[in-house]
């Protein structure tokens, strides 16, 4: 329909010998089962416990999880295949598909991390007024203002990249379909394409930046000198979210809010994007959240105790 005839792209991947590709894919294969299998757990814990599910920042906490497993869905698998083939090859259909989804997830996501940081704010600026400002219906309407945004961003996206022809070549450099890889196959000017990619990047990450930048600078000048009780694990929290803005955010900057290239530094970038920060996101929460430990030690207990009474029946 837009006058390509090229059925499927060829991918560089992060490496051309095989040997090598091995040990990306056991790379690979942990951190996607730490993907899953982490913020898999994120989800149980909070949904386990009472006192965290009725809680706005562990709502949205598992809900991070949830895009997290997304996220980290949408190039492990297949790169996963291609590392095991020793060769990299996805079909149109599946680039696109790549792209769509890629861009709906990490879009929400960005949104999710300052809807986030908006709750701390709230809930150490304003702890009286905390629940009743933060309840259930506008932390419901919250996140799905998160997954409109990322939809209309990742549809702007596409709109675009789907009206491109696409004629040959077909070789990207990279191990998965994105943006700025694949505008650079068309068979058409495309300087004016990628300011158009560019100005919608910097339209989602840019404010959202800027607001997570003022909330938590009023957070810290809020805490400063207050370092009573509950501080310091407020402070905990707000640093660990801070870790996983900068996950997010530097790796975005190198790919996103710059003219297109294509370099080894912007692998690593994508590499970190789409698989190490979905991996460290739910260790990261967990390692430095108290209430996570013990909730999910009780988790644990409960499962015991569940598998020893099953153990008992049989017996």
Known sequence: MNGSTITEFILLGLSHSCTPQLILFTCFLACYITILLGNFLIVVTVQAEPRLLHSPMYFFLSSLSLIDMSLGS????????????????????????????????????????????????????????????????????????????????????????????????????????????????????????????????????????????????????????????????????????????????????FVYLRPFSSSQVDKIASVFYTVVTPALNPIIYTLRNQEMKDAMGKLRNRCLFFLSGVRGQHA
């Open 74 to 253: 949408v190039a492990a698998p297949k790169t996963m295949a291609n590392l095991m083939a020793c060769g990299y090859t996805i079909s149109f259909g599946g680039c696109m598909a790549q792209l769509f989804f890629l861009h709906l997830f990490g879009g929400a996501e960005m949104l999710l991390l300052t809807v986030m940081a908006y709750d701390r704010y709230v809930a150490i600026c304003h702890p009286l007024r905390y629940m009743a400002i933060m309840d259930r219906p506008r932390c419901f309407r919250l996140l799905m203002v998160c997954w409109v945004g990322g939809l209309i961003h990742t549809t702007i996206q596409m709109v675009v990249v789907a009206q491109l022809p696409f004629c040959g070549p077909n070789v990207l450099d990279n191990f998965y379909c994105d943006v700025p890889q694949v505008i650079k196959l068309a068979c058409t000017e495309t300087f004016v394409i990628e300011l158009l990619m560019v100005a919608n990047s910097s339209l989602l990450s840019l404010p959202c930046f800027l607001i997570l930048l003022i909330s938590y600078a009023v957070i810290l000048a809020t805490l400063q000198g207050h370092f009573r009780k509950g501080s310091g694990k407020a402070l905990s929290t707000c640093s660990s979210h801070l870790i996983v803005v900068s996950l997010i955010y530097v790796p975005c900057v």
